[in-house]
């Protein structure tokens, strides 16, 4: 097993040239949040944006639209009728947005609940995807195969990994790591298994992050590390072609990052006191230290 380091980060960063336009960088489609989880989306779409990636386009509940656009002006918003229960609902005002935007790549699932959308997205969407929270949860409640052509990045947290593996929680290290891969095997994606020193696997190659710590076990960091992941992979997707080893980079990079931002974020607030907003505020921070290595 391979422990991250700043210099691997360094060298796999995506590059950026000087004469680069928002075209060069991949363009993100977020499909994310509901009336009662509206920050998961915003925190998603803003780290895609902070990673570097060139566009960003949040589909979110029509009800949040006004506010949320307002907050977040750089992220072109595609407000979608909602049901009863606030959760997302029309999957023909998706797929219209969709094939007005042609994103390089979607991130779904956080704050979505059980918004009907879900199986379009997992089973119609043909390209890359980030799929987070309750991504994953319709996958495992669905029983659904992943289609191991299209590339892909898992994000569970244990709960979630016992879900989609159908498995009690892992508790010990080697349990950890027999799931990280077990969900890489059965899905040919890249997977994560979040937590302390983050388990990320790609086919026989397992990695073990060295950043983060409790003060990242707060709502809303997951959303930042599934923004962040996404918004790496579009620079180096659109570079280096859409394929497990710009995801496995993206998601390497993804990882690191998002743990260093907390622990920067730390030794400013406390393990207490840091918000998922903080570490994305240091994420421009952590990016600086890790170019030093080059």
């Known amino acids: 097993m391979n422990k991250l380091n700043a210099s691997h980060i360094a060298e796999w960063l995506p590059q950026r040239a000087l004469t680069a ?14 009336r009662q989880m509206c920050g998961a989306g915003f925190l998603c779409a803003k780290s895609a ?9 949040w589909a979110l509940p029509a009800s949040m639209q006004p506010a949320f656009a307002a907050a977040l002006p750089e992220v072109i918003t595609c407000p979608l009728t909602e049901n009863s229960e606030g959760l997302l609902a ?4 998706l797929f219209s947005f ?7 790549l979607v991130v779904f699932g956080p704050g979505m609940g059980n918004s009907p959308l879900l199986i379009g997205l997992l089973e119609k969407m043909n390209v890359p995807a980030v799929v987070d929270a309750d991504g994953l949860n319709a996958l495992a409640r669905l029983s659904l195969s992943w289609p191991k052509e299209r590339p892909a990045v898992f994000t569970p ?8 593996l159908k498995t009690d929680i892992a508790r010990e290290a080697n349990e950890r790591l027999a799931q990280v891969r077990a969900l890489a095997d059965k899905t040919g994606a890249v997977a994560i298994l979040k937590g302390h020193n983050s388990l990320v696997a790609c086919g026989e190659e397992i990695f073990e992050n060295t950043t983060g710590g409790p003060a990242l076990a ?11 992941v996404a918004g790496l992979w579009a620079q180096l997707g659109a570079i280096n072609g859409w394929n497990n080893q710009t995801a496995l980079r993206a998601a390497l990079c993804g990882v690191y990052l998002h743990g260093l931002a907390g622990d920067l974020a730390a030794k400013q607030k406390t393990d207490f006191c840091v918000l998922a907003t903080d570490v994305l505020a240091f994420i421009s921070q952590a990016i600086q230290i890790v170019l030093k290595e080059k």
Do not use: I, W
Not at 90 to 93: A, G, K, L, M, V
């Open 21 to 34: 336009h928002k075209g060069t960088f991949g363009r993100v489609l977020v499909v994310a949040g509901s």
């Open 49 to 57: 944006l902070a990673a570097g990636a060139g566009l960003v386009a």
């Open 90 to 93: 029309s999957q023909e005002e």
């Open 98 to 104: 969709y094939n007005q935007f042609k994103p390089s």
């Open 157 to 164: 947290h244990p709960g979630e990994m016992a879900r989609l």
């Open 218 to 228: 707060k709502a809303g960091c997951g959303d930042v590390l599934s923004g962040l």
